[in-house]
């Protein structure tokens, strides 16, 4: 192998874990659902007993959870168990939660 092909296999090497890292530390537990990951980039407004409101601008109604969301969820353990309109319930150690994706508007309860 060339020094020049090495060079850029380093480069590539260290570019996809850089990117790995800012994915995965890109996501913070949830103050009321514990072992539930909440993207660090979505605001809280309102939280209550069992209910977290938070504004996101990556939810969407229309497409659902960002497939990356949708990945870090799995990563974290919890399983989708049931989906209704923008209503997707998880399920981890006998404990649900449930996630409304709405357009900039995401939301977890107790299911």
Do not use: C, H
Not at 90 to 111: A, F, M, P, R, W
Request: charge should be neutral; aromatic fraction near 14%.
């Amino acid at each position: 192998m060339t020094i020049k092909k090495l060079g850029k296999l380093i480069i590539f090497a260290g570019l996809l874990i850089s990117i790995t890292f800012i994915f995965l530390f890109s996501f913070r537990e949830s103050e009321e659902f514990k072992g539930f990951p909440v993207p660090k980039t979505a605001e809280l407004t309102e939280k209550k007993s069992k209910l977290e409101k938070y504004k996101w601008d990556s939810a969407s109604e229309e497409n659902g959870l960002p497939l990356g969301y949708q990945f870090m969820i799995k990563l974290w353990g919890w399983e989708k168990v049931d989906q209704m309109g923008a209503l997707t319930t998880y399920e981890k150690n006998g404990e649900q939660v449930g996630v409304i994706s709405l357009t900039d508007y995401l939301s977890l309860s107790i299911e």
